[in-house]
């Protein structure tokens, strides 16, 4: 019995001893952790979207789906509310298709609800290498900075989807900038 405690107690220990640290974003607070819904965190990488629209991508990784976080830095006078990220996003989407990247894109508009004030959502659908895909994309504005999920599975009835959008919803919206 106490060999088996042991051991179990070693295996915790281990869980949590290789558990990389969160990914922080001072700017606007958001802290990433290593897992979120069952994604595992990828390595942050910088992206500009556009001069003086300086950010990071952030990915989660799991079983058929992937998540792209993007935090980047905006005019708030050129970009007035989430909605306007999740457009920007959509008409990259059919850039896109015009270059060949995607074909058969469905472009899909949600009212925002007022359950999730603050964020607004949209989604597609494509063909890629063949493949059938759909994304869906979260939005929401934190001061002078866009905050963007991207979600994109084959398999868009997968349950880490709305479990990874509660989680990361909850975080940003609880986050508090580090002076």
Do not use: C
């Amino acid at each position: 019995m106490k060999h088996a405690l042991l051991i179990f107690a070693v295996g915790i220990l281990t869980t949590f001893a290789s558990a990389a640290p969160p990914y922080d974003h001072t700017k606007t607070g958001i802290s990433l952790p290593d897992t979120l819904a069952g994604l595992t965190r990828g390595d942050v990488t910088p992206y500009e979207t556009a001069p003086g629209e300086a950010g990071v991508a952030i990915p989660y990784h799991g079983e058929e789906v992937e998540v792209t976080v993007f935090i980047r830095q905006i005019d708030p006078k050129k970009i007035t509310s989430p909605a306007m990220i999740v457009e920007e996003s959509l008409a990259t989407v059919k850039q896109m298709e015009a270059a060949g990247t995607y074909s058969n894109v469905k472009l899909y508009r949600s009212a925002d609800k007022s359950e999730t004030t603050g964020w607004s959502k949209g989604a597609y659908t494509a063909r890629a290498n063949q493949a059938f895909v759909m994304s869906f994309i979260y939005a929401t504005i934190r001061d002078e900075y866009a905050v963007k999920a991207r979600i994109t599975t084959a398999n868009p009835k997968n349950d880490s989807i709305p479990k990874f959008v509660s989680e990361f919803q909850k975080i940003v919206d609880e986050a508090k900038p580090k002076p």
